[in-house]
């Protein structure tokens, strides 16, 4: 059983970083994927990026690219998502999700676990 805990949200000012986390419990993200989703108030759940454990290849939404940066630990329990450049529009709840067969896919259907989300607020 996977248990997956978010922390490192906060307020920051337009331009700035934060670095979220996301750390399980229970088992290790061996051969799991990760990733992250955000929903923003009236808007639905979306896609931004993901890790594939077995082979840290990593995918992010066009939103974000160039500016996240997703990397993992070396003991296999703790996802980061360092988000630089941020945009009031980056205001959201950020949830980490784990895929269990490693396909890292953008869908939010493919993840069974899902952690209680951490919000971050980036004002102009």
């Known amino acids: 059983q996977v248990q997956l805990v978010e922390s490192g949200g906060g307020l920051v000012q337009a331009g700035g970083s934060l670095r979220l986390s996301c750390t399980t419990s229970?088992?290790?993200?061996?051969?799991?994927?990760v990733g992250w989703f955000r929903q923003a108030p009236g808007k639905e759940r979306e896609f931004v990026s993901s890790?594939?454990?077995?082979?840290?290849?990593?995918s992010y939404a066009d939103s974000v690219k160039g500016r996240f940066a997703i990397s993992r630990d070396n003991v296999a329990t703790t996802v980061y998502l360092q988000m630089n450049s941020l945009k009031p529009e980056d205001t959201a709840v950020y949830y980490c999700?784990?895929?269990?067969?490693?396909?890292?896919?953008?869908?939010?259907?493919?993840?069974?676990?899902w952690g209680q989300g951490t919000q971050v607020t980036v004002s102009s």
């Open positions: 229970g088992r290790t993200f061996s051969g799991y994927a």
């Open positions: 999700a784990a895929d269990r067969l490693g396909r890292a896919g953008a869908s939010s259907s493919l993840y069974n676990y």
């Open positions: 890790i594939r454990w077995s082979f840290g290849s990593t």
